[in-house]
Structure formats: structure tokens, C-alpha cells
């Protein structure tokens, strides 16, 4: 178990020469009774709200439509999202329970038992669940608000880093440490 | 896929460590890492639904790398 998350930058070498960076890496978490091992996650300060796409997480569209009709039938607390796979549109709001059993962008709030990025303990945490949208798993600002963050080129190794360290965590001196090795920063406290 | 054990006890980080692979396993130890393998594949293709009514709580291991066809993830 660490006592920071230390996250290096993926790095894709694009066709036209540009260089595409994300921060991405390996969660552990259980969510809606199962345990969720070594599944990718991607780091996204442009997500409000972390969002875990059921399909992706168990591979199983009959359970996804299973699970969102009890969700609705539950009344789970839920909103909706926009965004790339939603053309950037907005969506109407789903009055009815048809309507919400057919929006694609709407997600309903669970919690998640443990949570663990990249070996580093984040503890039970609410997220939202869409069950229609199979891309990436993020991790967004919700969760991210919690941690102290410093990101930038590493002066130890080749790359950019982020370095994140949750905001009541106790001790802090392992994340300090790799601060300013990484960056050469040092906090005056 | 080779080394592939299903229906078998298995160290389940001896799978959580190969890069894009999807798996299911039943009867999870979380203290030990250890599960009964049911289901192996190279990419998120939908796992039979049966699993489901076998077994209650399952642990999936998910390695296949996040979407390079979705550029930025707008969400709200």
C-alpha cells in the first residue's frame, strides 16, 4: 500500500507527429456486490462527477439493463451527462419511467465499498453508474478535490507526473518527499 | 490464450498483472488474491449472462487500456 499516488503520464505518439498525453492507471474498488481487480481508470479534471461504466466493469449487457430498470424502479438518486458520446448534446430530462429506462446519458449514484488507485487507499467513496456507455472509467473532480496535487515534468525521470496525496491524510512526509525529488519543490510549513 | 486455468483455484494478481485481458472469477479472497477462474477474454465481449445466476458476487479483472478512439472525456 502506498502512502501517495504517484501517476506518470501515457504518452501516444499521433500520425501528425503530436504527442497525445492522459493520466490512466489500475483501480481496485467493489461496487453493486462484486470486487473490481487491476481495472483501468482514467484521471479526468474535466468530469465532475467520477462515472463507472457498468458495461465495462462486468462485460454483461443483461445485467446492465437488469440493474438500471432496479435502479429506476428504486428510485437511486441520479443525473445525466453530456459529452462525447453524447455529441456534446444535453439531454431533456426523463419524466417518466420509460424515458429514464431509454436515456442514455442518465447515472445513478452507488457507492463503492474501497477504492484503491494505483495502490494508494482512497477508502469508500460515492460515484455514478451509467449503464448504456461503454467507454473509459473516470475518476473526475469529485474525488480529485479531496487530494493535494502537483503535476509537471519530472527532474528524476523522463515524463510528467502527477503526485497526489488525500488532503486529511496524517502523515504526509512520503508525499512531500517525492515532491520535491520529482519537482524540486519544497513545502515550508 | 496460454496458462489459462478455468474452473481452477488461481492467484488472480497471476492475471491482474498480464495487460488486456478481461476475466471473471467467483469465490474472490481479497486478504489471500485467490479466486476460481470462470471466464478469460481479450476484450470486454459480453460474458455470459449465466454467471450471474451461478454465482453471487464475482471479482473482475479488467487490463485492456482505456479508449484511444475517445479523445477527451467530457463529463458532467
Redesign the interface.
Known amino acids: 500500500m502506498s502512502d501517495f499516488l504517484l501517476l506518470k503520464a501515457k504518452e ?1 505518439q499521433l500520425p501528425n507527429g503530436d504527442i ?1 498525453r ?1 493520466f ?1 492507471t ?1 483501480a481496485d474498488f467493489s461496487i453493486l ?10 484521471i ?1 479534471t ?4 467520477s ?1 463507472f461504466p457498468y ?9 446492465c439493463k437488469e440493474q438500471k430498470r432496479k435502479d429506476i424502479e428504486n428510485s437511486v438518486i441520479y443525473t445525466y ?5 453524447t455529441g ?1 448534446r444535453k439531454h431533456l430530462p426523463s419524466l417518466t419511467k420509460r424515458f429514464k429506462l431509454k436515456n442514455e446519458a442518465i447515472k445513478f449514484k452507488h457507492s463503492l465499498d474501497y477504492l484503491e488507485i494505483a495502490g494508494y487507499d482512497i477508502g469508500s467513496r460515492d460515484v455514478y453508474v451509467n449503464y448504456d456507455r ?5 475518476i ?1 473532480m469529485d474525488i480529485l478535490s479531496q487530494f493535494e496535487t502537483y503535476m509537471g515534468g519530472s527532474i528524476i525521470e523522463n515524463g510528467y507526473v502527477m503526485i497526489s496525496c488525500l488532503k486529511k491524510q496524517p502523515d504526509k512526509r512520503s508525499f512531500y518527499e517525492a515532491v520535491r525529488d520529482h519537482f524540486g519543490m519544497v513545502k515550508s510549513l | 490464450m496460454t496458462d489459462v486455468k478455468i474452473n481452477q483455484m488461481v492467484n ?2 497471476d492475471y ?2 498480464r495487460p488486456g485481458i ?1 476475466a ?1 472469477f467467483s469465490d ?1 479472497d ?1 486478504k489471500n ?1 485467490t479466486g476460481i477462474l470462470r471466464y478469460i ?1 481479450d476484450k ?4 455470459p ?1 449465466k ?2 445466476r451461478k454465482y ?13 478512439t ?7
Open positions: 501516444i497525445s492522459s490512466e489500475y456486490g462484486d470486487d473490481f481487480v487491476n481495472n483501468v481508470v482514467k479526468d474535466g468530469c465532475g462527477l462515472t458495461y465495462r466493469l462486468t462485460g454483461d449487457a443483461k445485467l451527462s453530456y459529452g462525447v458520446e456534446g461503454r467507454g473509459n472509467i473516470l473526475g | 488472480i494478481m491482474a498483472i478481461f471473471v474472490y481479497r488474491r477474454s470486454i465481449s459480453d460474458v449472462h454467471l450471474r453471487s458476487n464475482l471479482c473482475m479483472v479488467n487490463t485492456i487500456p482505456a479508449s484511444d475517445v479523445e477527451y472525456d467530457i463529463d458532467e
